[in-house]
């Protein structure tokens, strides 16, 4: 598999919209993998994981062709995760030459609910009606292309409902488990990791959270630097991962108290890989 990331910030971006900052100052001055925009992954570019309101941007930056997006999968509907309103220009008279007109939307019932409240009286019929949604449910995996999708229930909101991450095996047993946005997993969700142990093995790929990063938190809505070396351990211990598994820390925010290159001298230690905006990966 290909994995491009393509924004890995928090809600605010980084530097953040309104903020001054220290940590957001020093990210304007010196540039580079230093400035973020919000969280969104592609997969071999068919498979978009999350619609944050850069998506437009990471189409100028990238050179993407939107359009030959085929499956679009949405962990949960906080802002820089899912923007509903860019769908209201896809298609009809906006739109030409498309690669696919269709798009497959995978998610929970709440992300299409507030899709239907933000956009449903604004969008054309021709555009929405080029949108097929696929309601998910928590351990419930379904088949997009050559890829079996498993939700499973985030710690994040602390909601009766919680958002999705995911599990995303190809169909060679490629396998990423992708854990944005979330704080510590649920007993379920370790359960459900046992299990994918004994049916395949360890998993080649892990993207963890990891906004708090220097903080010292455990409110267990997102994840320190700290928080993940302690699910790490865990993994490990009951093989999901591996030393072959590659383990990535995403979804930064300014208060972590890190720039890229600090975070990366503390992430080898742990054989992580910090992501940055564009960065690349093969499993
Ligand atoms: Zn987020
Ligand atoms: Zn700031
Ligand atoms: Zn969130």
Redesign the pocket.
Known sequence: MNIRFLGTA??EGWPAAFCNCQACRKAMQLGGKNIRT??QTLINGELLIDFPPDTYMHKLSYGLDLTAVKHLLI??K?M??FFPQEFSIRGAYFSHDMTNERLDIYCAQEVKDHFDSVVGGEIKEECYDLLTWHILSPFSTVTMGRYQVTPLPASHMNEENEPFVYHIVDKEGTSILYL??SGYYKEEVWDYFKAVVTTSGPVSMVVY?S?DFALDSNHSK?MSFSEVKRVKERMASIGVINEETVCVLD?FFHNGKCLHDEMTALAESENCIVAYDGMELSV
């Open positions: 928090a809600a919000r969280s962990t949960h906080h820089d995760h944005l946005d959270d906004t997102h979804h």
